[in-house]
């Protein structure tokens, strides 16, 4: 198992330079807006002038700052460890495994910071892939993606039920020690963290699905592409290509009922799935969204070569969303952070 450093389109310096006039060009506006492509930093700075640019660019900067010393308290609590076997805590890059391989990227035009995690965990009788989607609205969202992954690491002998429940209660004892070390967190309205998630344990040919929240699986046999849904339901190509041309469905997507943190509901339902030779599994984040299923099934049907296929569906979700806004661009666009794990059933 490895973790290698992934590709991000980032805006430099110069980038700045060029595009905003120098009554608008602050230093380290990189660490604030690299993740914005040049047309979307255009399309923002040309409705403000140099006043409310700079209150702007204040705001931003007292969230950033704000949310990373919250996270570094965090992670201080926690005794962070780094590890190859996951990738999650606002860190970019792939996990690779003998069985399996992944991706996490903040993506464009979206967030500083990757909020979501992905695991791949390789073990004797058992293979876990686990995918995070942190909660944009909550404090610092990464932080329970981090917690997740870090505890099916520590316990390979729980089920995905008991980590799910270990999970939240990691998270809330989280919250009170940073409540007492730091009051006025206690003014904050929403969670601390809190984060979606799907796990998949592969043994043998059986596969036991975990799902809480939106974060994506597909499943590919032969010349079928399905996903299954919030409501463990399988969609096939046709259903999933209707519900893309449903404006109010788009409006609603994103939406989850039921996620890691304070107000888990832990009475889900695992689904499981048999699987055959040459079966494919797509573990994803809703960043994956950003591409209509007829592209996702293009890339799977013309690709062979599973690091390709990644890296296929990687570059085609940020030039997605590197025309996000733009004429031209799907309504189904919407950037985000963009996770995806692979794997191919021997």
């Not at 805006?11 to 905003?20: M, N, P, Q, R, V």
């Not at 923002?44 to 919250?70: C, D, H, P």
């Not at 003998?98 to 035009?109: D, K, P």
């Not at 980590?163 to 020690?177: I, M, Q, R, T």
Request: glycine content about 6%.
């Amino acid at each position: 198992m490895r973790k290698t450093p992934i590709q991000i389109p980032t805006l430099s310096a110069e980038d700045f330079a060029k595009i905003l006039p120098p009554s608008m060009n602050y230093p380290s506006l990189t660490e604030l807006f690299g993740h914005y492509s040049p047309i979307y930093l255009k399309h923002i700075a040309s409705k403000m002038n140099s006043y409310t640019w700079f209150r702007f660019v204040e705001t931003e900067s007292k969230n950033l700052i704000f949310k990373r010393m919250a996270t570094r308290i965090l992670y201080r609590m926690m005794d962070r460890q780094p590890s190859d076997s996951f990738c999650a805590g606002n860190e970019n890059g792939y996990v690779l495994g003998e069985r399996a391989e992944g991706l996490s990227s903040r993506g464009v035009n979206y967030k500083a910071v990757n909020e979501d995690g992905i695991g791949v965990f390789e073990r004797e009788n058992e293979l876990l892939l686990v995918g995070c989607d942190g909660v944009g609205d909550c404090l610092v969202g990464e932080v329970a993606s981090y917690v997740i992954l870090s505890q099916f690491e520590k316990h390979p002998e729980k089920s995905i039920q008991e980590v799910f429940a270990d999970s939240v209660e990691v998270l809330l004892d989280l919250g009170d020690k940073l409540e007492g070390e730091v009051p006025e967190f206690v003014t904050f309205p929403n969670e601390i963290s809190q984060a979606a998630v799907t796990a998949v344990s592969i043994k043998n040919n059986q596969c036991e699905i975990g799902q809480v929240g939106d974060v994506l699986l597909y499943h590919i046999r032969d010349e079928d592409l399905r996903l299954l849904d919030q409501n463990r339901q399988w969609l096939d190509l046709d259903q999933l290509k209707k519900q893309f041309s449903d404006e109010q469905y788009l409006a609603q997507r994103h939406i989850i009922s039921n996620a890691i943190g304070r107000n888990y509901d832990p009475y889900w339902m695992p689904t499981f799935l048999t699987l055959k030779k040459g079966d494919a599994l797509i573990l994803a984040s809703d960043g994956l969204e950003t591409l209509h299923p007829c592209d996702i099934k293009d890339v799977v049907d013309s690709t062979n070569d599973d690091r390709a296929l990644l890296n296929a569906l990687y570059n085609r979700c940020i030039e997605a969303n590197l025309k996000w806004n733009t004429t031209g661009s799907p309504l189904y666009t919407k950037p985000d952070n963009i996770s995806i794990l692979f794997y191919r059933h021997g």
